[in-house]
């Protein structure tokens, strides 16, 4: 058995990242802060590289799945003998050739942008300023507002077409409004004079047009909802007629946009938030022309920066990056461009991915996990003392028709539509966005495609879809340290089994509860099991609530319950698999490295959250990001679980050990 070394840095070394017990701390008391005990090592010898603003297990998988990709592109980006088809090869091959060319993008400077520029000039109305926001929606360029097609969550077995709020830059509404972000606004309002400036706008309208895009913007957050608003799927699903959305949002011409936009006239549109485009309406009516003209000068800049030359990009980072996050230096130029082919093209870039890199044993033996998994979740529903019949029948009912997807899509995306030029970076990424709008709009109201993936296969996540009713586990996560097949099944069970577990129980969270067994928004819970839900989910939330990662900076424990229900779900279901193994002799009982099977699990679950990260990301995490930082990941949930109190000796009165009454369980 070999182990990563943990003081060499995966930034540099394409280690394997697998468990091992040098990442320990063993001087850290497993009672007390078990997160340090499994992962210390590796926190003090693994500090963020320079050219990332967090640094984990993820990041370690993901550095060396870029490495195996970059071996793909740039072997396919060697010119070749021209087809009359595109293959996918070609065409990954092309896009990154035009993303590493920066001596052809810094000669272009901002030519790229020049009609979109001229189409801003000419703008001569609020009718106009709609018309073009819908022009740039086409092609993947942000502002006022979003977007998407999606199965609708009422009627799961078609799409239907969302608009939502957005329209800002910084990342959240509370980057404009609170006052922990002073320091951050000071630092935008400069980057945008900055900015300007590089794309040739005169210094005496410098500082002006830098307050009015921060004015129209600081008015979009004000009306925005915040992210624990944003989760009631309930509360941001607003149907309206075509005649209704003429009626409410009358300046902003409903169905023109849509015309423009390429949906045509659909029976009706979801609004997310319809208070916030009653500001979008209203700014409309009373923002002068001339700052509508900045503002969509601005998004069309900030959208397209890192493809264009290093002025513009090197300033986009320096804010964006090492302001906001903390990041010292970009990624390298090779990995920029990677990311960009995977999030244009990417299952073109995925299939050459799979080809190479996923055997079938792979394939096989997740299968087998997911199976497992099932088997324990099917039954701790049967048991489930607290629910009634009545919503057990119907939770039951449920999980009999969910599915999961492993590895890659059955049948991959074809993108032989989309032209791809060697010579043109920019408008490789905007055609490909314009492909996915159009494949997207043309689909409003028909049926779903149930085979569809929303991840790339390269991808190191996995997701829960509540409108199919699905886990998905792309090839890029089946990797140590979550899936080794050299490892035993204990630490395979303490990472991709927990994981398995948690995308299942996501289907049962704090807000995946609200979808039915076809994927629909429907309430099938009786009034007494719901309240005895609610009761129990928000002792988790006051749990989490209590924890400090900053000063004066706590988790939120409302934006973070579902990721937190997910995660104590996970442990319990995956937990409960490996002891059926070691029950029925699968998996031998003896110790490894000087522990047990047991106690292995919770190393393994402890390592797979192992994250060094830098203040500035923190906060942003903390105010933006529905899951709990790694070290609260880790030991929250298992401070509930006598599980892991027995595996460890862990007394009452440990911090490791919630007293009785507070403790939760849900699945």
């Known amino acids: 058995m070999t182990h990563a070394d943990p003081v060499r840095s995966a930034a540099t070394v394409p280690t394997v990242p697998r468990f091992s017990v040098d990442y320990m ?11 340090r005990f499994a992962a210390g090592g590796w926190i003090d010898h693994n500090p963020v590289p320079a050219d990332k603003a967090r640094y984990s297990g993820f990041n370690e998988l993901s550095d060396r799945n870029f490495l195996l990709l970059r071996e793909i592109l740039e072997s396919a980006s060697r010119p070749g003998r021209p087809t009359s088809r595109p ?5 990954v091959g092309d896009f990154y050739a035009a993303a590493i060319d920066r001596s052809r993008r810094e000669k272009r400077g901002f030519r790229p942008l020049e009609p979109d520029l001229a189409a801003i000039r000419r703008v001569a109305s609020t009718k106009a300023v709609v018309d073009l926001v819908a022009r740039f929606h086409q092609r993947g360029i942000p502002g006022l507002f979003g977007a998407y097609v999606a199965p609708d969550e009422m009627e799961s077995s078609i799409y239907a077409l969302y608009l939502v709020q957005g329209g800002l830059s910084l990342p959240d509404r509370d980057y404009y409004l609170a006052e922990t972000f002073a320091k951050a606004r000071e630092g935008y309002a400069a980057h945008l004079r900055r900015a300007l400036g590089l794309v040739g706008i005169p210094a005496a309208r410098i500082d002006g047009e830098a307050e009015s895009i921060a004015r129209i913007e600081t008015e979009l957050a004000k009306s925005s909802r915040s992210r624990v608003d944003l989760r009631d799927p309930h509360k941001n699903y607003n149907r309206f007629r075509l005649d209704e959305l003429a009626r409410r949002f009358r300046r902003l011409r409903p169905a023109d946009y849509l015309a423009r936009l390429g949906a045509g006239a659909p029976a009706y549109v979801v609004v997310g938030q319809p208070e916030f485009f009653d500001t979008v309406d209203r700014l409309l009516g009373s923002v002068p022309l001339s700052d509508w003209k900045t503002y969509l000068r601005w ?31 970009p990624e390298p130029e090779w990995k920029r461009a990677a990311i960009v082919v995977d999030g244009s ?97 043309t689909r409003i109201g028909g049926p779903v495609d149930t085979t569809e993936w929303e991840m790339t296969p390269p991808t190191v996540n996995a997701y829960f879809h509540p409108t199919k009713n699905e886990i998905v586990f792309p090839a890029g996560i089946l990797q140590p340290p979550f899936f080794d097949v050299t490892m035993d099944d204990a630490v395979n069970y303490g990472g991709i089994g927990v994981v398995i577990g948690h995308e299942i129980t996501h289907g049962y969270d704090d807000q995946g509860r609200k979808y039915d067994a076809d994927g629909n928004l429907k309430d099938w819970w009786t009034d007494s099991d719901a309240k005895e839900f609610q009761a129990r989910a928000q002792r988790i939330i006051d749990q989490f609530n209590r924890f400090e990662p900053l000063p004066n900076a706590h988790v939120n424990g409302e934006l973070t319950a579902g990721e937190n229900i997910a995660d104590l779900g996970g442990l319990r279901i995956a937990y409960e698999a490996l002891t059926r193994r070691l029950a029925d002799g699968r998996t031998p009982r003896h110790p490894i490295d000087g522990f047990t099977p047991e106690q292995r699990f919770f190393l393994s679950y402890g390592q797979i959250w192992r994250m060094n990260v830098r203040e500035e990301e923190a906060r942003r995490l903390l105010t933006i990001d529905p899951h709990s930082p790694g070290r609260y990941r880790v030991n929250g949930p298992l401070a509930n679980l006598p599980e892991f109190f027995d595996a460890w000796n862990v007394p009452e009165g440990s911090p490791m050990r919630q007293s009785e009454e507070h403790r939760v369980e849900i699945w």
């Open 25 to 35: 701390d063993r001087s850290a008391d497993p009672k007390v802060d078990f997160y």
């Open 299 to 329: 998004n069309l800049l900030r959208s397209s920066a890192e493809q264009l030359h290093p002025a513009i990009e090197n300033e986009h980072f320096d804010f964006f990056h090492r302001q906001l996050l903390g990041q010292q230096q």
């Open 87 to 91: 293959s996918p090869r070609r065409q």
């Open 345 to 441: 093209i990417g299952e073109a870039l995925g299939r050459l991915y799979v080809q190479r890199h996923f055997p079938k044993e792979a394939e096989a033996r997740m299968a087998e996990l997911v199976a497992d998994l099932r088997s324990v979740f099917k039954g701790r529903l049967a048991r489930l003392p607290w629910m009634t019949d009545t919503t057990k029948e119907k939770a039951l009912r449920k999980f009999e028709r969910f599915t999961a997807k492993i590895g890659h899509p059955a049948k991959y995306r074809d993108y032989s539509s989309v032209r791809v030029s060697r010579s043109d970076h920019l408008g490789n990424v905007r055609r490909a966005s314009a492909f996915e709008m159009r494949r997207n709009v």
